[in-house]
């Protein structure tokens, strides 16, 4: 990827975090420079006091709440979810805001379902300027609340709607690995993020200012057991797995889940000299293919 040329000084929150990891790496791989912060977001005070401190020339926030072991937690920690996801989230977004420094979001695009416009399989994704109409769990919402008052900040902001994202490992928060291990899985397509393919795109989002919500996805979707299938060919022959309707599954969880086709267009557009790749083509090429060759690497 051809990336920009001037170096940058980025101010991460997150950094104990799955994403926030990811990105240090990326960002130290560039030869650009990245300070960790330590303020918790919502605290104005010790946020405005690191960025004056440390000057940076842009902000990354991939902090937030997602719950343990999942979402569900959220349900019961309703305080929690919105000091961090609401409160602490508008908190950097504003002081970026008055500060004029380009901050870049990573948030979420679960906070859609199919509906009668946007139909399964039907290849219309939701757009940017699509307002949430998924509200089926606690996080989702106020993720969706959020989102809306962000677009008040969109000068100096890019908000990425991230989705059931994919590592280059098989760590226990990759979508892929959540699925392997489920008794039971439903079969629906929907729109993901392969964090190799994208994770280096954001930080192009953040070098060169781009503004706005960006569905942050890989263009496509992906059914669960076209992954499954994919596993089994790729990663274990013996693999198997057993389906079982939406209706089944919100019988066994909390919350309920999302379930999405998102439009990439205008990321793609936003971005015409990098490379991201359909989804199915990015799940091969780079998430199984970055397996295999891990895995013939390490056996030599
Ligand atoms: N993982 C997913 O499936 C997924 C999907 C779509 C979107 N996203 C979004 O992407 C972002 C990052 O996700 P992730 O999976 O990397 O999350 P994660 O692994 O759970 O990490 C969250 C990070 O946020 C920090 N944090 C939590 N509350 C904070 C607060 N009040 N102030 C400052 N830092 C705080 C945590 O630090 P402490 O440990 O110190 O609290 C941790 O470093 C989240 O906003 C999430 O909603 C994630």
């Known amino acids: 990827m ?36 330590s303020a918790r977001l919502e605290n104005r005070e010790h946020v405005i006091r690191e960025i004056e401190e440390h000057k940076p020339t842009r902000v990354l926030n991939a902090a937030g709440v997602t719950g343990r072991p999942n979402v569900d937690w959220c349900e019961s920690n309703r305080q929690t979810v919105i000091r961090t996801n609401v409160v602490g989230c508008l908190n950097l977004a504003d002081i970026c805001w008055l500060k004029g420094i380009h901050c870049t979001l990573y948030a979420t695009g679960c906070i859609f379902e199919y509906d009668d416009v946007h139909r399964v399989g039907s290849g219309i994704g939701f757009t940017e300027e699509d307002v949430a109409n998924f509200d089926g769990s606690y996080y989702s919402k106020t993720k969706g609340w959020v989102e809306q008052m962000l677009r008040e900040y969109e000068d ?57 919500i960006y569905n942050f996805c890989n263009p496509g979707a992906i059914s669960h057991n076209e992954i499954l299938d994919m596993y089994k060919e790729y990663v274990d022959p013996d693999f198997t797995y057993t389906n079982f309707t939406v209706e089944e599954q919100d019988k ?47 056996s030599s």
């Not at 940058?8 to 990326?26: A, D, N, R, T």
């Not at 490992?169 to 990759?174: G, K």
């Not at 936003?270 to 199915?280: M, V």
């Open 2 to 37: 051809a990336a920009s040329a001037e170096k940058q000084k980025f101010l991460l929150y997150g950094k104990s975090g799955w994403i926030g990891g990811i990105l240090q790496e990326l960002i130290k791989a560039n030869g650009d420079e990245v300070v960790l912060g």
């Open 252 to 298: 066994i969880l909390k919350a309920r889940r999302s379930n999405n086709e998102l439009d990439c267009s205008k990321l793609v557009k936003a971005l015409p000299d990098l490379t991201i790749l359909e989804i199915h083509d990015a799940m091969r090429e780079r998430f199984f293919g970055s397996l295999l060759s891990s895995s013939s690497s390490s």
């Open 156 to 212: 100096q902001l890019a908000v990425l709607r991230v989705r059931m994202p994919i590592s280059d490992d098989l760590t226990a928060r990759n979508f892929v690995t959540k699925i392997t291990k489920y008794e039971k899985v439903v079969n629906i397509p929907n729109s993901m993020t392969v964090l190799s393919d994208l994770l280096p795109v954001s930080l192009e989002i953040s070098r060169r200012e781009l503004k706005g």
